[in-house]
Structure formats: structure tokens, C-alpha cells
């Protein structure tokens, strides 16, 4: 018997027009990835597995609503959906999450993780050399804020006297480099995490 892969979006399709299992096959495909990812940043088994429900459920709602926009980047857009509950959950017990809420997956929140293995190690070390390929195709002066900023640690103020330029201006080339680095990572479809 030929096996023959039906893409997200046929299944999503198929779910919206009342095929229930198209639902059950797309959890079973991305189970792994998102439950990861959720227990990733909150490390308890249990509210992990609660989150992971929640996010199915949101999932479901939208769809039953005709709400979700098939651009074919169902994956991407349940990730968002948990990212955003585990943010939820985080604000709700008055902790602090694994990596800042940019309302987008920053980039740099790898970069700071100090609880690796040896694979996320290769990983990390991976992620690095990429995002300095990407920080390197920036404007020079958005590069230099940005470097002195994320790698040397530097306020904003310390920028300012460095550079010559206001503070004003120093937080203005950090906001345009980061929104070119969403521009650049967009553009070519570059995932930053694991």
C-alpha cells in the first residue's frame, strides 16, 4: 500500500469541511515539535501538557470559526499560538519566561539559554554563526549599536558616548536593526530555532 503525504493545508481544508481525523493527523505531526518547544520554556511535564491542550483547543476554535488564514504556514502559526499561552502563563504566576516576548521568537533568547546538551550546544553554536552572517548584512552604524548592545552588553547610554550620537539616535539604529533583521530572516524563510 502507497503511503501518500497530504500537506497541512489539504488537512486543515479537510478538517474545516467536517473530516475530524484530518484534525488527529495533523496533532499526531507536530505533537512532538510543540510540545517541545512548550516544555522547552516552562520545564514541568504537567503544565506543559495543559498548555499543549490549550493551544489545540484555540487551534479549533479558530478554525471552527473560519477564522485562521491559510497562508500555508500552519506549523508557524500553532507555534505562535503556544508561545503566546506560555507567555500567558508566565504573566499569570508572576515569573519570568525562558526568552523576552517580542510578540515575534527573538532571535537572541538562544543565544542567552545556559542550560544546553551537547546537541543543543551544536545547535546554539549553529544559530550563532547565522545570526552573525545576518547582523553583518546591516547597515554599519545599525551593526555597531547592535553589536555593542546584544554581545558587549552595553546601555544605551554607554552606546551614546561610544558612537557620538544621542541616545535618542542610538535607540533609533537598535529598532531599525532589528526590524531589517525580521526583514531579512522573513525574506528568506531563515528559522532561528530548534
Do not use: C
Not at 473530516?19 to 522547552?40: G, M, P, V
Not at 476554535?61 to 499561552?85: C, D, Q
Amino acid at each position: 500500500m502507497q503511503y501518500e503525504f497530504i500537506s497541512d493545508a489539504n488537512l486543515v481544508s479537510s478538517y474545516i469541511k467536517g473530516e475530524e481525523s484530518a484534525l488527529e493527523t495533523l496533532i499526531t505531526r507536530h505533537k512532538q515539535k510543540i510540545y517541545s518547544f512548550i516544555y522547552s520554556k516552562v520545564y514541568d511535564r504537567d503544565v506543559a501538557e495543559d498548555i499543549f491542550q490549550d493551544t489545540f483547543i484555540k487551534v479549533i476554535r479558530t478554525l471552527k470559526r473560519g477564522a485562521y488564514n491559510e497562508e500555508g504556514k500552519f506549523l508557524p502559526w500553532v507555534m505562535r499560538i503556544s508561545h503566546n499561552l506560555v507567555i500567558d502563563f508566565f504573566r499569570k504566576n508572576k515569573r519570568m519566561p525562558k526568552f523576552d516576548n517580542a510578540g515575534e521568537f527573538s532571535i537572541f533568547s538562544v543565544l542567552s539559554d545556559t542550560s544546553l546538551n551537547a546537541e543543543k550546544s551544536i545547535i546554539k553554536e549553529q544559530v550563532e554563526t547565522d545570526v552573525r552572517r545576518l547582523v553583518d548584512k546591516l547597515p554599519e552604524d545599525q551593526k555597531e549599536v547592535l553589536l555593542m548592545r546584544i554581545y558587549n552588553d552595553m546601555s544605551f547610554k554607554e552606546i551614546s558616548d561610544r558612537t557620538g550620537v544621542s541616545i535618542n539616535t542610538a535607540l533609533g539604529r537598535m529598532r531599525y536593526a532589528l526590524i531589517n533583521l525580521r526583514k531579512i530572516i522573513d525574506k528568506h524563510n531563515i528559522v532561528l530555532t530548534n
